[in-house]
């Protein structure tokens, strides 16, 4: 019998694609990621179809897009009685099939120490998060340190982000992750194959490497911002009130030059010692015969505007925000491709199914990696807006009352909005999200299905007091 591989999923909070060496980055320095693209396949255009934190987390999980599980922002949650419709998710089934789950680090579920399938679990929650007491928490405290909010970090208000971290390097949080996840590694003993993810917290804001680490990035040689323009110019004002709230209380109505230089050091410093990080891991997998027989899968939630546009963070459908990193190394049969044909975050879960030997999940709105074509129609939606991406074009509107369409082809840095000047281009998109929008929507509210409504005249839908099942199936 054909042993079932591991499955090794890395999940860096907010890392966009750009700033890897495999991605074209020539500023740093990431040999572990580079040599995980050279052996297996890097996918050039992977879409975060909800480019905010707990939306995109929620469809990976689930495999449905976000107007179906309704988490549209990051105040909200898978709904308690999903079981109930039959949506399970995939640490669940992998389970269920005689995986060993574990989850390593962040996972930004609610509650936070919820296991959604995951049978082992050590938290180290968003960096935002600073009150709650996970076992990062814990191990802080054991060594007389805490958690800090950015205010309490060197540089952070003058920088707006960019600040210095003062713990020891083994307390980093993506290092303490990194050795956490390690270790569990080397304590799994006998045959069961496992599917472990690990969610490192960063290179998400405050972007707070040590200062021991500062010079190993040269700033110089860090690329621009992409202009502002009328149209992220509509954008500013949602994305200032949210960074002005206690989770950040930063200003970013304004951004100088030199501020959003020092963000891209010091975010381009913590890439670096994430991929150190990851070769911790590899080496693990190596170390203990584990390697041979595991598929390691590399992404990220969403990217990071880090001043493009005059923008931060993320949330808005632009390339710095959606584009992600997607490496799968199945290192049972190593080999170096790249993928050029559009695949998004809700392709992981029935490609996990796949890969493990599960039958296809009802639920599931994703393409198994390998099998998307060129002419791929990519939506995304978030409480913020929609967005439909094919080929060359892309259209984006949002509540705020702006709408774009861009040529990714002659204009891939979108400074020039052709909202107008292609009424073609904007119909032809707008039909398709305008028909996913209408599907996603009846999917998403199966639960209220009234399936006897339309039985057949003996049926008990009938009668008096005939009792409606709720929730109904999802599938």
Same mark, same amino acid.
């Given at each position: 019998?054909? +042993?079932?591989?591991?499955?090794?999923?890395?999940?860096? /909070?907010?890392?966009?694609?750009?700033?890897? !060496?495999?991605? $074209?980055?020539?500023?740093?320095?990431?040999?572990?990621?580079?040599?995980?693209?050279?052996?297996? &396949? +890097?996918?050039?255009?992977?879409?975060?179809?909800?480019?905010?934190?707990?939306?995109?987390?929620?469809?990976?999980?689930?495999?449905?897009?976000?107007?179906?599980?309704?988490?549209?922002?990051?105040?909200?949650?898978?709904?308690?009685?999903?079981?109930?419709? !039959?949506?399970?998710?995939?640490?669940?089934?992998?389970?269920? #099939?005689?995986?060993?789950?574990?989850?390593?680090? =962040?996972?930004?579920?609610?509650?936070?120490?919820?296991?959604?399938?995951?049978?082992?679990?050590?938290?180290?929650? /968003?960096?935002?998060?600073?009150?709650?007491?996970?076992?990062?928490?814990?191990?802080?405290?054991?060594?007389?340190?805490? =958690?800090?909010?950015?205010?309490?970090?060197?540089?952070?208000?003058?920088?707006?982000?960019?600040?210095?971290?003062?713990? @020891?390097?083994?307390?980093?949080?993506?290092?303490?992750?990194?050795?956490?996840?390690?270790?569990?590694?080397?304590?799994?003993? !006998?045959?069961?194959?496992?599917?472990?993810? *690990?969610?490192?917290?960063?290179?998400?804001?405050?972007?707070?490497?040590?200062?021991?680490?500062?010079?190993?990035?040269? %700033?110089?040689?860090?690329?621009?911002?992409?202009?502002?323009?009328?149209?992220?110019? *509509?954008?500013?004002?949602?994305? *200032?009130? $949210?960074?002005?709230?206690?989770?950040?209380?930063?200003?970013?109505?304004?951004?100088?030059?030199?501020?959003?230089?020092?963000?891209?050091?010091?975010? #381009?410093?913590? *890439?670096?010692?994430?991929?150190?990080?990851?070769?911790?891991?590899?080496?693990?997998?190596?170390?203990?015969?584990?390697?041979?027989?595991?598929?390691v899968v590399f992404?990220? /939630?969403?990217?990071?505007?880090?001043?493009?546009?005059?923008?931060?963070?993320?949330?808005?459908?632009?390339?710095?925000?959606?584009?992600?990193?997607?490496?799968?190394?199945?290192?049972?049969? %190593?080999?170096? =491709?790249?993928?050029?044909?559009?695949? &998004?975050?809700?392709?992981?879960?029935?490609?996990?199914?796949?890969?493990?030997?599960?039958?296809?999940? %009802?639920?599931?709105?994703?393409?198994?990696?390998?099998?998307a074509t060129p002419?791929?129609?990519?939506? $995304?939606?978030?409480?913020?807006?929609?967005?439909?991406?094919?080929?060359?074009?892309?259209?984006?509107?949002?509540?705020?009352?702006?709408?774009?369409?861009?040529?990714?082809?002659?204009?891939?840095?979108?400074?020039?909005?052709?909202?107008?000047?292609? @009424?073609?281009?904007?119909?032809?998109?707008?039909?398709?999200?305008?028909?996913?929008?209408? +599907?996603?929507?009846?999917?998403?509210?199966?639960?209220?299905?009234?399936?006897?409504?339309?039985?057949?005249?003996e049926g008990a839908?009938?009668?008096?007091?005939?009792?409606?099942?709720?929730?109904?199936?999802?599938?």
């Amino acid at each position: 019998m054909t +042993r079932k591989p591991n499955i090794l999923f890395l999940l860096p /909070d907010q890392l966009r694609h750009d700033f890897l !060496g495999c991605y $074209g980055a020539g500023f740093l320095r990431t040999p572990a990621l580079d040599s995980l693209a050279a052996a297996g &396949t +890097r996918y050039e255009t992977a879409i975060s179809p909800a480019p905010i934190c707990v939306p995109a987390r929620a469809s990976m999980l689930t495999g449905q897009p976000a107007h179906e599980t309704g988490i549209l922002h990051n105040l909200c949650w898978l709904r308690p009685d999903r079981r109930a419709m !039959g949506i399970a998710t995939w640490p669940e089934l992998l389970a269920g #099939a005689g995986y060993h789950t574990a989850a390593i680090g =962040k996972m930004h579920f609610y509650p936070w120490d919820r296991a959604e399938g995951f049978q082992h679990r050590v938290i180290s929650e /968003d960096k935002r998060h600073i009150h709650v007491r996970d076992d990062y928490h814990h191990a802080l405290t054991a060594e007389g340190h805490g =958690k800090l909010h950015g205010h309490q970090m060197a540089g952070y208000v003058e920088t707006k982000g960019a600040a210095i971290n003062p713990l @020891p390097d083994h307390l980093q949080p993506d290092r303490w992750v990194a050795r956490r996840a390690a270790a569990h590694l080397r304590g799994m003993t !006998g045959d069961q194959p496992f599917a472990m993810m *690990v969610g490192f917290p960063g290179p998400h804001c405050p972007y707070d490497p040590p200062a021991t680490a500062l010079d190993r990035v040269d %700033p110089a040689g860090l690329p621009p911002a992409l202009p502002r323009t009328e149209e992220s110019a *509509v954008l500013l004002p949602e994305l *200032v009130a $949210g960074y002005r709230r206690d989770w950040a209380e930063l200003d970013y109505s304004e951004l100088t030059e030199a501020q959003i230089r020092t963000i891209r050091h010091h975010y #381009a410093v913590s *890439v670096e010692r994430l991929d150190e990080d990851v070769a911790l891991l590899i080496e693990a997998l190596r170390e203990t015969g584990k390697l041979d027989n595991t598929i390691v899968v590399f992404s990220s /939630d969403h990217g990071d505007y880090l001043g493009d546009f005059g923008l931060m963070g993320k949330g808005f459908f632009h390339e710095p925000s959606i584009r992600v990193p997607l490496i799968v190394a199945d290192f049972r049969q %190593p080999e170096a =491709k790249v993928e050029t044909a559009p695949v &998004t975050l809700v392709d992981l879960f029935p490609s996990f199914l796949t890969w493990a030997g599960l039958p296809p999940a %009802p639920q599931s709105r994703g393409a198994v990696l390998g099998t998307a074509t060129p002419d791929r129609a990519i939506f $995304g939606v978030t409480s913020r807006g929609v967005m439909l991406r094919q080929g060359r074009w892309k259209l984006a509107r949002y509540h705020a009352g702006s709408e774009a369409l861009f040529d990714l082809g002659a204009d891939p840095g979108e400074q020039e909005n052709l909202i107008a000047a292609r @009424p073609d281009i904007r119909a032809r998109l707008d039909a398709l999200l305008t028909a996913e929008m209408l +599907r996603g929507m009846t999917a998403g509210h199966a639960d209220k299905t009234v399936a006897a409504a339309k039985s057949p005249p003996e049926g008990a839908f009938h009668e008096r007091f005939w009792h409606r099942p709720y929730p109904a199936p999802a599938g």
